[in-house]
């Protein structure tokens, strides 16, 4: 069963920062496009980063440009979101996901994780 854990949210003050991580279960995983999105309470699903397979190309939503940046080990199957400078706007829970198109579109995605939970406090 392929499955996507996310793990290393938190609360954390303005001007801060954390570093998620997503580890995969799929023995395929250096196929896959993969991607961090967000949702805030009463909020859609937004998308946050993208990055291919090759980990070549990568695309971040404005709202975090210059502040965040996306990885991956194709080698450890992880991908990891690393947030600094974070505002109380970044709080959300934020979910990995595994697709195979390199999108911003959360449609695109096949497989989710849980999500984890980021509160930044002002």
């Known amino acids: 069963q392929v499955q996507l854990v996310e793990s290393g949210g938190g609360l954390v003050q303005a001007g801060g920062s954390l570093r998620l991580s997503c580890a995969a279960s799929?023995?395929?995983?250096?196929?896959?496009?993969m991607g961090w999105f967000r949702q805030a309470p009463g909020k859609e699903r937004e998308f946050v980063a993208a990055i291919k397979p090759s980990g070549g190309s990568i695309d971040y939503a404005d709202s975090v440009k210059g502040r965040f940046t996306i990885s991956r080990d194709n080698g450890k199957n992880t991908v990891a979101l690393q947030m600094n400078s974070l505002k109380p706007e970044d709080t959300a829970v934020y979910y990995c996901a595994a697709g195979f198109y390199f999108s911003n579109d959360p449609t695109n995605y096949r497989v989710w994780g849980q999500g984890t939970q980021v509160t930044v406090s002002s």
């Open positions: 799929m023995r395929t995983f250096s196929a896959y496009h």
